[in-house]
T-cell receptor
Framework: GDSVTQMEGPVTLSEEAFLTINCTYTATGYPSLFWYVQYPGEGLQLLLKATKADDKGSNKGFEATYRKETTSFHLEKGSVQVSDSAVYFC????????????FGKGTLLTVNP | DGGITQSPKYLFRKEGQNVTLSCEQNLNHDAMYWYRQDPGQGLRLIYYSQIVNDFQKGDIAEGYSVSREKKESFPLTVTSAQKNPTAFYLCATAERGAGNEQFFGPGTRLTVL
């Protein structure tokens, strides 16, 4: 079945540091890939997505590129802010999955001033 | 304004009682989903519905039940058969179609006393 593996946290960075959160996946065919963010006590918000190979999703300074050859969708940001502190989830919708999202376990990011 | 409403935000239940969590949306989305989130874990799918009067079990449906009598509403009942119901419950909606992202409500935190 489909699965998502993302780097375990927690990740602690200083403000303005570079962020990478690794995400790899297993799926049949070509899934759609997503990054969601969850702030404390809230639901999930879509951060960015990519629906085909080599697509780059971007939003609020975050980027991720759909790499079919390495089955990866790593999240990056060049300069993090304290307000980026949250839990980040990598997820996919596989072809033939009846549109069900499969999530990674999430990575807690803490950014210190 | 458009969105997804979950109520209540916090819910306390005694062991042996059934409880129903509400999810309402005015986004006109066909598909609705219920997820369970436990600390340090990703989201796990409980039930989903692609269309009114139809729904399917997700990965952890045991001890839960749902109904989909209206497009706007997808209530989840946590029954006394659910052995470990304390968790954060998230409702999501999506337009039908491959690759469409899911939009999440703010969640309900259920605690069994």
């Amino acid at each position: 079945g489909d699965s998502v593996t993302q780097m375990e946290g927690p990740v602690t960075l200083s403000e303005e540091a570079f962020l990478t959160i690794n995400c790899t996946y297993t799926a049949t065919g070509y899934p759609s890939l997503f990054w969601y963010v969850q702030y404390p006590g809230e639901g999930l918000q879509l951060l960015l997505k990519a629906t085909k190979a080599d697509d780059k999703g971007s939003n609020k300074g975050f980027e991720a590129t759909y790499r079919k050859e390495t089955t990866s969708f790593h999240l990056e940001k060049g300069s993090v802010q304290v307000s980026d502190s949250a839990v980040y989830f990598c997820a996919l919708i596989g072809r033939g999955s009846n549109y069900k999202l499969t999530f990674g376990k999430g990575t807690l990011l803490t950014v210190n001033p | 304004d458009g969105g997804i409403t979950q109520s209540p935000k916090y819910l306390f239940r005694k062991e042996g009682q059934n409880v129903t969590l509400s999810c309402e949306q005015n986004l006109n989305h066909d598909a609705m989903y219920w997820y369970r989130q436990d600390p340090g874990q990703g989201l796990r799918l409980i039930y989903y519905s692609q269309i009114v009067n139809d729904f399917q079990k997700g990965d952890i449906a045991e001890g839960y039940s749902v109904s989909r009598e209206k497009k706007e509403s997808f209530p989840l009942t946590v029954t006394s058969a659910q052995k470990n119901p304390t968790a954060f419950y998230l409702c999501a909606t999506a337009e039908r179609g491959a690759g469409n992202e899911q939009f999440f409500g703010p969640g309900t935190r259920l605690t069994v006393l």
